[in-house]
């Protein structure tokens, strides 16, 4: 696995579970069904006590099928440019900004479902890092652990 992420918070890692992992499999299920980023579509849930809690997909400003195609396939200003993963969102409207990310909505999701998380886990499936701002969201909801798919960063990078 790849030890050198563009931002993890200190005293904080990544840990990885196998595919088949219930977690880590619903997390890709919520990708699946319900991610409007064709670029980096991701799912991620969140767990506390054993129990699935919140869900959340990235979200782009593109809802329609046809741009969102052209945006994945052909167009995408921030690859254009060279941007690095986690930095410029708001440059490019097909790419979901920090607060329509995965991991922040499933944390949004979990604290309108219960009144705290903290102690809770975050299982993502579909990128092989967490940026700045979905770190931010996930501390101060006391998101306890972060896991990936193990490969994730050959998968998704």
Known sequence: MTNRYPYIPEGRTIKYVPVENKFIAEAKIVRDNDSTDCYHSTGAVVVLDGIIVGKGANQSLLKNSC???????????????????????????????????AETLAVKDA????????????????????????????IVAGIKDVYLVEGADELFK
């Open 111 to 138: 604290l309108k479902n219960k009144s705290s998380v903290v102690g809770a886990d975050l299982y993502l499936y579909g990128h092989w890092w967490c940026c700045k701002p979905c770190w931010d969201s996930m």
């Open 67 to 101: 741009l969102q195609k052209v945006h994945k396939d052909y167009f995408c200003v921030r690859r254009l440019l060279k941007i690095p993963s986690g930095q410029k969102y708001w440059l490019c409207p097909g790419c979901a900004s920090p607060n329509q990310h």
